[in-house]
């Protein structure tokens, strides 16, 4: 029988893979916002069409991925996050990517391609892919520190404290949930502003 | 009826997927305190087990006085585990099935490998398969002949059947001999604490009998040469003991040495750690917390964007345009052509004559 270790360390792949590949594509797209200087990496309209696309349907993989990720690494985990502040981070920074990531993929969805032509949104756009990313390689570091002791975080140059936490309790969390909740409906019941782009 | 099915259906399938796709424990089980019955009534069974090609054997003493402090090491070599490597072992007083904890036996354990007061632990083989555990354990008070059996589970691999090795010692006899007059010993009632508080000064107290003096010799483990440890002593037969703190998991290892007249007896060394800062984390608050992380994100994401889309930026970037512009004006107006001196332009700023480069470059395209 096939144990929960192994669908978490498949899952794991694809969600790192496809996000990889999203945030690189993302990167690329601010061309269609800012001429580079360098003639050599200016890519043509359809290739950053292309890098678009695939930087939509990596995160939209890597975000439905990711809960079946979470679940199995819950499933194959030998302790708790109750004696475990490294398990523990793993689920804080589990939550934080998959945030970040819903909210790119939503963003982008919302307005389309031409969400690029728009200068301020495509930085903001850019940043929150690598925000999401960042949270995203956390997360399989601490997989790292907790099966081998070890994981490539070690070897930068800074420093992440996944060895400390923020612990808040449930009834701080329910009211967060609340909040945020509340924040997304008043927002998606808002009108729709034109987007205004560079032109 | 179709819908019937369907429904059905769904729900059977929703069963069979929430199930938890786990066989036994093959993290391992947590050291507790276990009978053979852990190992033996489930794994027993042939068609659930194999036996386990670890060579077991157990060191002790092969007398022991009554009600005193001695040490049991067990050792397996040349076991095929799992990848995980972990292997269970028990120290038992027998192996009935039930009943057979040492405790039910008389004998008591201060401490075990782990640093804990369990007759089973789990620990991690060598790469060669081989894993110690030791317990210091105090001897049944009443005079006589006990025995004592470790045994052993642990994965194999491969292993497509998913079963459990098991492994039995064979009997170990220890002959329990009555204590001499004024032997000195540690108390009954005292058993090592598994960790020092981390608020506290570091002391621990020792309750011994028939004792005048103690000695206590310390070192961080692996160290070769040991300390002595400042001692106060605070009762007829209760000691305090200065132990440096630790930090993390780090332990220290310690031997108490007692006492009485000329005649004194060498315990076993034992280890001590200091407790880890408390951490107050849940795993229901952990998912909680999360996702209260992830539904703030997304809402704080969606009210930037918002403010982004709603917010005029064209008057920043037409600035920006602007000083860029003027900026290129101020360089085509800083180079004054003479018509009396063609090819060469007057720098008005560092007021100087420099060569027109652009010029110079279309005549020789000429």
Not at chain 2, 107 to 134: F, L
Request: proline share 4%; hydrophobic share 40%.
């Amino acid at each position: 029988m096939v144990g929960a270790a192994t669908f978490h360390a498949a899952m794991v792949e694809i969600v790192i893979g496809s996000l990889t590949l999203s945030t690189i594509c993302t990167i690329c797209c601010i061309q269609r916002s800012f001429k580079i200087p360098l003639e050599k990496f200016q890519f043509t309209k359809k290739t950053l069409d292309t890098m678009d696309k695939a930087a939509l349907v990596g995160a939209i993989l890597g975000v439905l991925m990711m809960p079946g990720a979470i679940l199995t690494g819950d499933l194959a985990s030998v302790g708790t996050p109750e004696d475990n502040i490294l398990l523990y981070n793993k689920f804080l920074y589990s939550g934080l990517a998959l945030g970040f990531w819903s909210a790119y993929v939503f963003c982008r969805l919302r307005f389309g391609q031409e969400l690029w032509e728009n200068r301020v949104l495509s930085i903001f756009q850019i940043l929150m892919a690598l925000a999401a990313f960042t949270m995203t390689a956390s997360v399989a570091s601490i997989g790292g520190k907790l099966v081998r002791g070890e994981s490539l975080f070690d070897i930068l140059p800074f420093w992440i404290p996944l060895d400390q936490t923020i612990v808040i309790s449930p009834g701080i969390s329910m009211f967060l949930i609340l909040i945020g909740a509340i924040s997304i409906i008043s927002n998606l019941r808002s009108q729709k502003m034109p987007l205004k782009t560079n032109d | 009826m179709k819908n019937k099915v369907i429904i059905t259906t769904v729900i059977i399938t929703t069963l069979l997927f929430s199930s938890t796709p786990i066989v036994a424990n093959p993290g391992g089980n947590g050291d507790n305190d276990r009978d053979f019955t852990c190992g033996g009534s489930c794994h027993g069974d042939p068609s659930l087990s194999v036996d386990s090609d670890g060579i077991i054997s157990i060191e002790i003493k092969e007398f022991v006085y009554a009600g005193t402090t001695t040490e049991i090491v067990v050792k397996i070599d040349e076991v095929t585990t799992s990848n995980e490597r972990i292997v269970g072992i028990f120290l038992l007083g027998s192996i009935n099935g039930n009943n057979d904890q040492p405790a039910d036996y008389g004998w008591e354990i201060i401490q075990d490998e782990n640093g804990g007061t369990s007759n089973y632990i789990e620990k991690r083989a060598s790469i060669n398969g081989s894993v110690h555990a030791s317990w210091i354990i105090r001897s049944p008070t009443n005079p006589g002949t006990y025995n004592l059996f470790a045994s052993i589970q642990h994965g194999i691999d491969p292993n497509p059947k998913g079963l459990a090795a098991l492994g039995v010692s064979e009997k170990h006899e220890i002959e329990i001999l009555p204590i001499p007059e004024n032997y000195p010993s540690l108390s009954e009632d005292w058993i090592i604490p598994e960790y020092r508080e981390i608020d506290g000064d570091g002391t621990i107290t020792i309750l011994t009998e028939n004792t005048d003096n103690i000695e206590v010799n310390w070192k961080l483990s692996g160290e070769l040469n040991s300390n002595i440890a400042e001692i106060q002593e605070i009762g007829i037969g209760e000691w305090r003991v200065f132990l440096p703190k630790t930090i993390g998991d780090s332990k220290i290892e310690f031997q108490i040495t007692i006492f009485n007249g000329n005649f004194s007896v060498e315990q076993p060394w034992m280890e001590i750690g200091t407790e880890n800062e408390r951490f107050e984390g849940s795993s229901i608050g952990a998912r909680l917390q999360a996702l209260s992380y992830a539904i703030i994100i997304f809402g704080f994401v969606l009210s930037m964007q918002s403010w982004l889309v709603s917010t005029d930026f064209s008057d920043y970037f037409s600035k920006v345009r602007s000083k860029s512009h003027e900026s290129e004006n101020n360089d085509s107006q800083r180079m004054i052509f003479h018509e009396k001196y063609p090819g060469w332009l007057w720098d008005s700023v560092e007021e100087k004559w420099v060569p027109d480069i652009v010029e110079s470059e279309i005549r020789s395209e000429d």
